[in-house]
């Protein structure tokens, strides 16, 4: 009788496995699984070993994708205010109706049917970033993907501090008293929403409280020329070089956007320990730029890649995005080798994993945990194929993701949600979506 060694094993047709970053497909490899994590990788058929097998020999199996900034809940927001000026967009639209409408219900609702979106694109690890960061930590937890969950701070009164009475500093305490700083799916970290909406003294109090109880802070930067302009007038330095004298990057750091930033910024992020996230189709949609992603990775700043929130992008696709990302580094540098198709891969895999800081994700390896995708590779868009590194970036459109497995656990198959009532959801949804809006 064979002893049954792994719980689950894949024959693949084709691997992608993002060792050590290579963006490299491999033909008939076989992964076995104990539990959440991967145990074996070669090229002998196990099949016999295995309680359960799936034979994938006609598909694509690659890491899990890594959405590095997002927000949730803003999914009930989608088409709100579109082609308007950023400023206008945000302050006379956003946050007004943040301001009325954010709650509990709110997030809770909004962030399942986000999940739906992410998950079904193949993200099996997103950074969150809003209000009421405790229940949606919760819902993420349920569904089974990785969360990177960030309390949102500022010095205006935010639908969790009305009151400004650091009510979102308590919402932080109880995410950490719930599930620490080294749990498995859930890490809480503190989101000051900007440097032009904290006051040096907000952003020391979120400095001193993640140095206290090592946590990561993250943070938009320099998302807009405007934003650029104010900081040098008010503060005569950059928003990276103010964040460096408060000492906020002393802490572990999350920087989203980075789209108007210069060499001494640059250079001051990768002095500290400051990661990035590259949000290419909000950038484009909102107008506010191109950001220099090719200098991030020439300077060795891991960089991920970021969807934003639906209301300024309008999906969860982070395929779409790989391909803008890859495309607007070409235009915005007049070069179309400035970022690669195994660039945008990077981004949106093992170096998206080391900005969330997730140990063991992002790559398929032995002894590293088990998320990943199978992909149909049968669809029109994809026949034939030179180069399958090319074709997942530039033809890819998620719509060929079959199967999604975050920590051994399926969560996504064949348009089936194995944790998320999605009917009851949607129902929710646009009820909410009536009586609210």
Same mark, same amino acid.
């Given at each position: ?35 959440? +994590?991967?145990?074996?990788?070669? +090229? ?64 809770? =609702? ?8 992410? =998950? ?47 009510? %979102? ?75 460096? %004298? ?21 250079? =001051? ?9 590259? *949000?290419?189709?909000? *950038? ?48 915005? *540098?007049? %070069? ?41 590779? *049968? ?8 180069? +399958?590194?090319?074709? =997942? ?37 646009? +009820? ?6």
């Amino acid at each position: 009788m064979t002893v049954k060694k792994f719980d689950l094993g894949i024959l693949c047709g084709q691997f992608l496995s993002m060792q050590d970053h290579e963006a490299k497909v491999e033909k008939n490899i076989f992964i076995g699984l104990k539990k959440d +994590t991967i145990d074996y990788i070669g +090229t002998e058929n196990k099949k016999e070993e295995c309680e359960q097998y799936i034979d994938a020999s006609q598909k694509l199996v690659m890491p899990g994708l890594v959405n590095s900034h997002a927000h949730l809940p803003m999914q009930l927001f989608r088409g709100l205010a579109d082609d308007e000026p950023f400023d206008v967009w945000l302050w006379q639209h956003i946050l007004p109706l943040e301001a009325k409408l954010v709650s509990p219900e709110f997030v809770k =609702l909004g962030t399942q049917m986000a999940l739906l979106e992410a =998950l079904s694109f193949g993200i099996t690890s997103i950074y969150d970033m809003y209000y009421f960061e405790n229940d949606i930590a919760d819902v993420c937890h349920s569904s089974g993907i990785r969360a990177v969950v960030g309390e949102t701070f500022g010095d205006f009164p935010a639908p969790d501090n009305k009151n400004q009475n650091r009510s %979102d500093l308590k919402i932080v305490q109880s995410m950490l008293e719930k599930y620490g700083t080294s749990h498995s799916h859930i890490r809480p970290i503190l989101a000051p929403h900007a440097p032009y909406t904290c006051s040096d003294e907000t952003l020391s109090l979120v400095r001193d409280f993640a140095l206290k109880n090592k946590m990561t802070i993250g943070i938009h930067v320099s998302e807009t020329k405007g934003e650029l302009e104010k900081s040098l007038t008010d503060f005569q330095k950059s928003p990276v070089k103010r964040l460096h %004298d408060l000492g906020v990057s002393e802490a572990p750091c999350i920087y989203a956007h980075c789209v108007h930033v210069d060499d001494a910024d640059i250079a =001051l992020m990768k002095k500290k320990n400051v990661r990035i996230s590259h *949000n290419p189709e909000a *950038n484009m949609k909102l107008g506010v730029g191109a950001a220099p992603v090719p200098k991030f990775i020439k300077a060795g700043i891991p960089t991920g890649l970021g969807t934003d929130g639906v209301a300024s992008n309008n999906d969860f696709n982070l395929w779409k995005e790989m391909d803008f990302a890859a495309k607007l580094a070409k235009l915005s *540098n007049s %070069d179309n080798t400035a970022m690669t198709a195994s660039d945008a891969l990077r981004l949106a895999t093992s170096k998206g994993a080391e900005v969330l800081g997730f140990e063991k994700t992002g790559q398929l390896r032995e002894g590293y945990l088990a998320d990943f995708l199978i992909l149909n590779l *049968n669809d029109v868009n994809l026949i034939p194929s030179q180069s +399958t590194i090319s074709s =997942l970036v530039y033809s890819t459109t998620g719509r060929e993701v079959e199967s999604v497995y975050c920590h051994g656990k399926q969560l996504f198959h064949k348009g089936e949600f194995k944790t998320l009532d999605k009917d009851k959801i949607i129902k929710e949804c646009e +009820t909410y979506i009536a009586k609210n809006f």
